[in-house]
């Protein structure tokens, strides 16, 4: 199956590119590697998720929050590679979340990510991960997620 055809799979389709809030782009391209900034929790521009884990969000929330996020990441490297299907794999992503000091709990919750891009990509979709915990994130977005891929 095509990644467009496992999207329709999961009854899923890619959202509107997100409209940058600064000097940035949505995601740039060096060579056959796209790379997209950070992508956060929303629908409809509306946010989905704010708050930190585990104090105003349960791990479980932020692990669909990481979900949504991971799938407008895939939105704006899609737009940049000329669609889904010329995605080839996913070479990486970076998971952040706004979380306690104290939290450890971080990897469930990039599992949420990473569910979402394996669900769209197959054995192609296996990558590269890394999760931080933040003190802060922008609009208060409970998590924010970063995608390369390989077009």
Sequence with gaps: MTPS???????????????????Y???VRVGQIVRTAGQIPTRGGVLTHTGRVPGD???EEAAEAASVAALNAL??????????????????IRVYVNCEPDFTGHVGIANGASSLIAGVFGDDGR?????IGVGSLPLAATVEVEIEAEV
């Design 57 to 59: 969000v349960s791990a």
């Design 127 to 131: 990558h590269a991960r890394t999760t």
């Design 75 to 92: 939105a704006a490297a899609a737009d940049l590679a000329g669609g889904i299907d010329a995605i080839r794999r996913i070479v990486g």
């Design 25 to 27: 782009v949505p995601a």
């Design 5 to 23: 055809e496992r999207l329709r799979a999961l009854g899923l389709e890619l959202p509107a590119v997100a409209r940058p809030e600064g000097g």
